[in-house]
C-alpha cells in the first residue's frame, strides 16, 4: 500500500474534476426573478431603473423639480437635462408592488445636483408620491 502523499499532478485532476462538478446543477426555467419593490427604485437613477424593468414593464418619468425644488423641469426638454445617468427617482409607484409583474412605472425625477441629503431621506419616506397622480 502506497501510503506516500499524491503528486501535484494527482491534486490537480483532482481539483478540475471538483471544478467541472460544481458547475453541474440544475437550472430551474420556470424560476420566478426576485422580487424587486417598486419602492426599492427610489435612490436609483432612471439609467439603472430602466436597465433593469423586465421588457414587459413600462415607464414614464416626471419632473418633479419645481414642486421639489422651485427649480425649472429641463428632465426631457433638451436643455441641459444630461443623461439618464443624471437623473435620480424620488417617488415612484406602479400598477404592482413587484417590478417583475409587468409594471406599469410612474417615476418622479430630480436632477443629481438637487439630490441632496435632506431631499434623498424625504423621498425615501414618500414625501415626493403625491406629487404623481398614479400614486393616488
Known amino acids: 500500500m502506497n501510503t506516500a502523499p499524491p503528486g501535484r499532478a494527482a ?8 471544478m467541472m462538478l460544481s458547475g453541474c446543477g440544475t437550472h ?14 427610489v435612490g436609483q437613477t432612471v439609467d439603472q431603473v430602466e436597465h433593469n424593468l423586465p421588457p414587459a414593464s ?17 428632465y426631457g426638454t433638451g ?3 444630461g443623461t439618464h445617468a443624471d437623473w435620480i ?5 406602479a ?6 409583474d409587468d409594471t406599469r412605472l410612474a417615476a418622479g425625477v430630480l436632477h443629481k445636483d438637487a439630490y441632496a441629503d435632506g ?4 423621498a425615501k419616506d414618500h414625501a415626493f408620491d403625491h406629487y404623481l397622480a398614479e400614486c393616488k
Open 11 to 18: 491534486i490537480a485532476v483532482a481539483a478540475a474534476a471538483a
Open 28 to 41: 430551474d426555467e420556470s424560476a420566478k426573478p426576485e422580487q424587486v419593490p417598486v419602492e426599492s427604485l
Open 58 to 74: 413600462t415607464m414614464v418619468s416626471y419632473d418633479l423639480s419645481k414642486p421639489v425644488t422651485g427649480a425649472k423641469a429641463r
Open 79 to 81: 436643455h441641459d437635462q
Open 89 to 93: 427617482v424620488v417617488a415612484a409607484c
Open 95 to 100: 400598477n404592482t408592488k413587484d417590478v417583475n
Open 119 to 122: 431631499i434623498a431621506r424625504k
